[in-house]
């Protein structure tokens, strides 16, 4: 599956935050890409500002269009709040997921172990990033996976009380989703009701 593989920092800078983790660079550069990044004062359509949430909220998960495109129809085909059912099933992806239980420290590193299937569902190896967890499900390191120094690293120091959505369980090194996370409890600094009106024009 195609990913977004340019420099990190300048999607960052574009968006003036730090959606892909900390980074040194953003610090000391917090505007945008390019020669006229520091003086750039144009203000932006309506539109743009709805496209540039859609954009970042594709960034951050690390979604390409036309998958996002299909994730936003599923949403809209759910009960619920279409902005929020959309974050759900974003949050619910299985390389976000084993991001946020702390087995990987970014979302991109989360993918990988993916890949490389380190990461079992319910005991069963799955090597598909956008794998959709269900409430129940436990996530965790794959038994020959569990000494990897990216995994113990990530770990160490890790607050698992995090996500109440999550409960870990240190025997396994991994944890069961609970529930949906509700919107108050995603931290990401998305407008999703932006990306809703956004598609529906």
Request: hydrophobic fraction near 35%; charged fraction near 30%.
């Given at each position: 599956?195609?990913?977004?593989?340019?420099?990190?920092?300048?999607?960052?800078?574009?968006?003036?935050?730090?959606?892909?983790?900390?980074?040194?660079?953003?610090?000391?550069?917090?505007?945008?890409?390019?020669?006229?990044?520091?003086?750039?004062?144009?203000?932006?359509?309506?539109?743009?500002?709805?496209?540039?949430?859609?954009?970042?909220?594709?960034?951050?998960?690390?979604?390409?269009?036309?998958?996002?495109?299909?994730?936003?129809?599923?949403?809209?085909?759910?009960?619920?709040v279409t902005g929020?059912?959309?974050?759900?099933?974003?949050?619910?992806?299985?390389?976000?997921?084993?991001?946020?239980?702390?087995?990987?420290?970014?979302?991109?590193?989360?993918?990988?172990?993916?890949?490389?299937?380190?990461?079992t569902v319910d005991?069963?190896?799955?090597?598909?990033?956008?794998?959709?967890?269900?409430?129940?499900?436990?996530?965790?390191?794959?038994?020959?996976?569990?000494?990897?120094?990216?995994?113990?690293?990530?770990?160490?120091?890790?607050?698992?009380?995090?996500?109440?959505?999550?409960?870990?369980?240190?025997?396994?090194?991994?944890?069961?989703?609970?529930?949906?996370?509700?919107?108050?409890?995603?931290?990401?600094?998305?407008?999703?009701?932006?990306?809703?009106?956004?598609?529906?024009?």
């Open positions: 599956m195609a990913r977004y593989t340019g420099p990190k920092t300048r999607i960052s800078r574009r968006f003036g935050e730090a959606i892909y983790g900390p980074d040194k660079v953003l610090e000391k550069r917090n505007f945008a890409p390019g020669q006229h990044g520091r003086d750039r004062r144009r203000k932006t359509s309506e539109y743009g500002l709805m496209l540039a949430e859609k954009q970042k909220a594709k960034y951050t998960y690390g979604v390409l269009e036309k998958q996002f495109r299909i994730l936003f129809e599923k949403a809209s085909r759910k009960d619920g929020e059912v959309l974050l759900q099933m974003l949050e619910s992806r299985l390389d976000n997921v084993v991001y946020r239980l702390g087995i990987a420290p970014t979302r991109a590193a989360a993918r990988q172990l993916v890949n490389h299937k380190h990461i005991g069963k190896v799955v090597g598909i990033p956008s794998y959709s967890v269900t409430p129940g499900q436990v996530v965790a390191v794959r038994e020959k996976s569990k000494s990897l120094e990216v995994v113990e690293a990530s770990l160490a120091g890790f607050n698992h009380s995090k996500y109440p959505w999550i409960e870990w369980d240190e025997n396994v090194k991994g944890g069961k989703l609970l529930h949906l996370p509700e919107r108050e409890s995603i931290p990401e600094n998305i407008k999703e009701q932006m990306i809703v009106e956004l598609y529906s024009k």
